[in-house]
């Protein structure tokens, strides 16, 4: 689960970033509002920030996209030239990624994209868009740039959605003076997104810019992927139950059989508490055996499935294609302590049957 969620939250921070910086004024799922010049002044601001590693300009637009017989309506997203896309050069599938330096007027677009409109590397994207003209009516403009690559990130709300392009084209069709939309800065250390966001508020005017986290900005998956962790609660109650049930038979079998002993023990002035550790220690060993067995078998699986991915997954429904590993060293320390404890503490039960055995009886126990 821990290496599911952290393969989900990589995609989406390496779609958007670990923050996004926008109008105050926007509103979720509504077309974000442009910005003009005078706030792209900030830029240095933002970057001097610590803890800040990369900000990038982009301009996020709403387009109709026409392919060979179908349209689509689409999201454009510009960047500049130095945008980062070592994420997306790494879900290419074929192609490559825009070199904006060379030629602004080319776009990387998805494979779920490609396949409905029959796009491919090689023709050119017809996108229009509206624009606001002085006497405020929208009419449309298009754009047409040469696809250059066809990525897959696996999350098809974002794939069948977006493509990016340069932000000089988008700047083209948005309204007067603006010039972007957003800013989407990534982070040195993701586990220090709300000391960036304090330094990031303190360094910018407030009443301005709204700034939000990856878990923000993308809401609903960050809310599902926290749902799993009730499914790994619930799959450690019950695994632990299970063992914690095994447990306690195995001891009263161990009780069973060497009543004999239990009675000559008592016979010879041993104490209930004495011979009861007895017991509680023999099957705190086998607890620890089978967790040093499963220990191996489970980090054995766990290394080979990182290092081949034998156990693939559906990508349309999980978002990945095969079952990611992320090893905590932590976790396994707790979830192995935590079992040997509660062990120990429920194995007190049974082992408080040996205080109601007669000594003459248990001798004579056959």
């Known amino acids: 689960m821990s290496g599911f969620q952290s393969g989900i939250k990589n995609k989406v921070i390496g779609i958007n970033g670990d923050l996004v910086i926008d109008d105050i004024s926007n509103t979720e799922g509504a077309e974000p509002i442009p910005m003009g010049s005078k706030l792209l002044a900030f830029t240095p601001d933002i970057q001097s920030v610590q803890g800040v590693q990369k900000v990038s300009v982009c301009a996020v637009r709403p387009c109709i996209v026409k392919g060979e017989s179908e349209i689509e309506g689409m999201v454009a997203k510009g960047v500049s030239v130095d945008y980062d896309f070592s994420f997306l050069k790494n879900q290419l599938k074929r192609g490559t990624v825009p070199d904006f330096t060379q030629d602004s007027n080319t776009v990387l677009i998805s494979e779920l994209t490609a396949g409905r409109l029959g796009l491919d590397t090689g023709m050119y994207l017809q996108a229009i868009f509206f624009k606001e003209d002085s006497s405020g009516n929208r009419r449309p403009r298009a754009i047409y740039p040469r696809i250059v690559g066809v990525y897959a990130t696996g999350l098809d709300d974002y794939d069948k959605l977006h493509f990016i392009t340069s932000i000089g ?10 010039r972007f939309t957003q800013w989407e800065v990534r982070l040195q250390n993701m586990d220090k997104t709300r000391q960036a966001i304090d330094n990031l508020s303190r360094k910018l005017p407030a009443g301005v810019f709204n700034i939000q986290s990856a878990a923000r900005y993308n809401r609903q998956i960050f809310d599902w992927l926290a749902l799993l962790d009730t499914n790994v609660a619930i799959i450690l109650t019950l695994m632990l139950l299970v063992a914690v049930i095994g447990m306690c038979t195995t001891l009263l079998i161990l009780i069973t059989e060497r009543t004999n002993m239990i009675g000559t023990l008592k016979a010879l002035g041993a104490g209930e508490s004495s011979i009861r550790k007895v017991f509680q220690y023999q099957a705190i060993f086998i607890t620890g055996f089978g967790l040093l067995t499963g220990n191996l078998i489970g980090l054995g699986l766990c290394y080979l499935q990182h290092r081949y991915g034998f156990i693939t ?18 976790h396994i320390v707790w979830v192995n302590l935590g079992t040997i404890v509660i062990s120990w503490i429920v194995l007190y039960f049974p082992a408080r049957v040996i205080g109601r055995l007669s000594p003459i009886k248990s001798i004579k126990f056959q």
């Open 169 to 178: 084209l988008i700047q083209k069709v948005l309204p007067g003076s603006a």
């Open 313 to 330: 997954l559906n990508t349309e429904t999980y978002y990945v294609n095969k079952v990611l590993i992320e090893i905590h060293p932590m």
